[in-house]
């Protein structure tokens, strides 16, 4: 239904796997951390560090999720998710795009917590901490979010708030950028990790013209360890859902 005007390509600009990145960060896991920056698919390293050759030998492909792989691959990167917003083992369970026994996510969120990840077993107890101490966290940028519910009944909201409001801070700060530095960009809206606009269609033929659009949107987190999500950009001149 959302199409660009007359003479215009319409593009998203989508954050790639933002989320995961920013717990990796916040978590300060060392290993995560080197994955992304390396560019290497992260789900396929979980796979094999969490479910080891019940994945790697499972026939088919991890992006068909009509094969066994591929449907292993996709509960898995919801019960990463899950697990690292403090999802219970029988939520999880209860997922259909999940869908493991209690004991079996149970003793994958262990595996996950305590030995492969257990920064971000640290990362959960700072915020509970310090929702108990003050009821205020804060995002990477600085800015603050204050609950005035009981502290355990809003513990999933706090860890869940930051990454997620640093995300959606580095999708507008980009956004800002964009259309403070390339005139030709017209902005039309935000999606939480993406932004849509659209560019004059001889722009989007140019050569130079991902990198310029790609340059503008570049946000630094501001950890100790900078942390640049990239960006995926994808153009239609037909329609918003044909863009590619």
Not at 18 to 44: I, M, N, P, T, Y
Not at 95 to 118: S, T
Not at 198 to 216: F, N, V, Y
Request: aromatic share 10%.
């Amino acid at each position: 239904m959302f199409i660009p005007d007359p003479g215009k390509v319409i593009v998203d600009a989508d954050l790639s796997g933002a989320d995961a990145q920013v717990v990796a960060w916040e978590a300060d896991d060392q290993k995560l951390k080197d994955a992304f920056k390396a560019g290497r698919s992260v789900h396929l390293m979980n796979g094999e560090d969490l479910l080891g050759t019940e994945f790697t030998d499972a026939p088919g492909h991890h992006k068909n999720p009509g094969t066994p792989k591929g449907k292993m691959y996709e509960a898995l990167k919801r019960f990463v998710h899950g697990t690292n917003y403090l999802s219970s083992a029988r939520n999880l369970s209860l997922n259909p795009a999940v869908g493991w026994p209690v004991n079996v996510c149970d003793r994958h969120q262990r595996r996950w917590l305590d030995e492969l990840h257990p920064g971000i077993r640290v990362w959960h107890r700072r915020v509970a901490e310090q929702i108990n101490k003050c009821r205020t966290i804060r995002n990477a940028f600085g800015y603050r979010i204050v609950y005035f519910d009981r502290p355990d009944s809003v513990l999933t909201q706090a860890v869940a708030w930051g990454p997620q409001s640093t995300v959606a801070e580095v999708c507008f700060r980009g956004a800002l950028q964009l259309r403070t530095g390339v005139p030709w960009v017209e902005l039309l809206l935000q999606v939480h990790d993406s932004i849509v606009f659209q560019i004059p269609t001889h722009r989007w033929g140019e050569a130079s013209t991902l990198d310029t659009i790609k340059s503008h949107l570049s946000v630094s987190v501001p950890y100790p360890d900078p942390l640049t999500i990239q960006w995926g950009i994808a153009g239609s001149a037909t329609s918003w859902g044909d863009c590619k």
